[in-house]
Nanobody, 126 residues
Framework: QVQVVESGGGSVQAGGSLRLSCVASGYTYDTHYIGWFRQVSGKEREGVAAIYSVTGTAYYAESVEGRFTLSEDTAKNTVYLQMDRLNPEDSAMYYC???????????????????WGQGTQVTVSS
């Protein structure tokens, strides 16, 4: 049974930092991506960052490049999203997801991902 669990959300003032954690287990892909997405009510879910299991290559949306950083602890099946210099536009529900390493969709496209967590809320006040 695949489980994807996010944690670490909260409220912070603009300019502050948060670190989100994603623990994913139970999937059987030989290679995979772990992705972070965010969604504001009434808007499309957008890809924020993703990491490829084989090489550790990280991909970032332009809106977070240079502010957000992915890392992973493979022994703990955990991927971290360090978010720095947060601004109110970063407020959203953040979701972690798992995708197979192959497929036609890019690493930040939501259709690539099959398994999703329940989300963790991030609120940034000005």
């Amino acid at each position: 049974q695949v489980q994807v669990v996010e944690s670490g959300g909260g409220s912070v003032q603009a300019g502050g930092s948060l670190r989100l954690s994603c623990v994913a287990s139970g999937y059987t892909y030989d290679t995979h991506y772990i992705g972070w997405f965010r969604q504001v009510s009434g808007k499309e879910r957008e890809g924020v960052a993703a990491i490829y299991s084989v090489t550790g290559t990280a991909y970032y949306a332009e809106s977070v490049e240079g502010r957000f950083t992915l890392s992973e602890d493979t022994a703990k099946n955990t991927v971290y999203l360090q978010m720095d210099r947060l601004n109110p536009e970063d407020s959203a529900m953040y979701y972690c997801a798992v995708a197979p390493g192959s497929g036609i969709w890019g690493p930040l496209h939501k259709l690539k991902y099959n398994y999703w967590g329940q989300g963790t809320q991030v609120t940034v006040s000005s």
